[in-house]
């Protein structure tokens, strides 16, 4: 299988590092279909990811006061690349974000369903629910939503470094995702050809709490912060809009005989394998 990557930046080069030959990340910014289409014809792959995007830097909250930027990187740009690759008959799977839920859903449980519309309040969870919506409808297209993704490998992008950088940090429960099981997932659904949307998240719910004493365990003994609550992220100035903090359901995997590792045991994994990869930065 051949693989043409959109996005050259955290995500798209993680999952070139693991398939190797198979996968060809494209360096073209793409503003027009024909962007998209002329890459598309160069490469002749068999199937398209979509792991570009905008969140902005150091966070998301840039994306409040650059939203036609976020909307172009975020909903304008995937639509285009759709169009490009319904043109050439080529299947296309789109990184989404599970950002586009706040709070729980309606649920029982909880957690959110990937058919569940979205309650999205910034600019970037409305910008990618936007892209999500339109997408959606197409024929030969999946969407891949993950959260908060945490992998071995030191990144700026890394839900570890992040949070083990901050002095003070928000004690909430979410679901997230562990970025090998990730790029195996991806890589079942480019193969599948599976279309429609589906939640790559672990299996299980993490508090930031449990990240970091993990962190404290196997990394660094000394690391310290201290713990506020969700509301004082935005009353300490901290942050321009809450953050999405949320459970997702991902039973639209298992229809295609995919499964991810349970939480628990991936978390411990993968901060074992990041401690050990620490040593060498």
Not at 72 to 80: A, E, R, V, Y
Not at 98 to 123: L, T
Not at 235 to 254: D, E, I, P
Not at 261 to 278: F, G, I, S, V
Request: charged fraction near 25%.
């Amino acid at each position: 299988m051949k693989i043409l990557i959109f996005g050259n930046g955290y995500i798209g080069n993680r999952c070139k590092d693991v398939w190797k030959d198979e996968a060809i990340v494209s360096t073209v910014h793409v503003v027009s279909k024909h962007d998209a289409l002329d890459e598309i014809r160069k490469h002749q792959p068999d199937v398209v990811l979509n792991a570009a995007g905008i969140k902005g830097k150091p966070n998301v909250d840039w994306c409040e006061d650059h939203q036609l930027e976020t909307i172009q990187g975020n909903t304008l740009m995937p639509i285009l690349l759709a169009q490009a690759c319904q043109e050439a008959g080529v299947y296309l799977l789109h990184m989404g974000s599970g950002c586009i839920f706040y709070g729980d859903s309606p649920h029982e449980d909880k957690a959110w369903r990937e058919d569940d519309f979205g309650n999205p309040r910034p600019v970037y969870s409305r910008a990618k629910w936007a892209a999500d919506l339109v997408l959606s409808t197409l024929q030969n297209v999946g969407i891949a939503r993950i959260r908060m993704p945490i992998d071995w490998k030191p990144s700026e992008g890394n839900l570890i470094d992040k949070l083990a950088s901050y002095k003070k940090v928000i004690d909430v429960e979410n679901s997230v995702t562990i970025i090998d099981d990730m790029i195996d997932v991806f890589h079942q659904l480019l193969e599948k050809h599976a279309t429609g949307i589906f939640h790559v998240t672990n299996p299980g719910t993490m508090k930031h709490r449990d990240l970091l004493g993990l962190y404290k365990e196997l990394v660094d003994p000394n690391h310290s912060c201290e713990w506020i609550s969700n509301d004082d992220l935005v009353g300490q100035g901290l942050a321009k809009k809450g953050r999405s903090n949320n459970f997702l359901s991902n039973t639209r995997l298992a229809q295609f005989g995919i499964t991810m590792r349970p939480l628990k045991d991936a978390l411990r994994d993968t901060l074992q394998k990041y401690a050990e990869a620490k040593k060498f930065v």
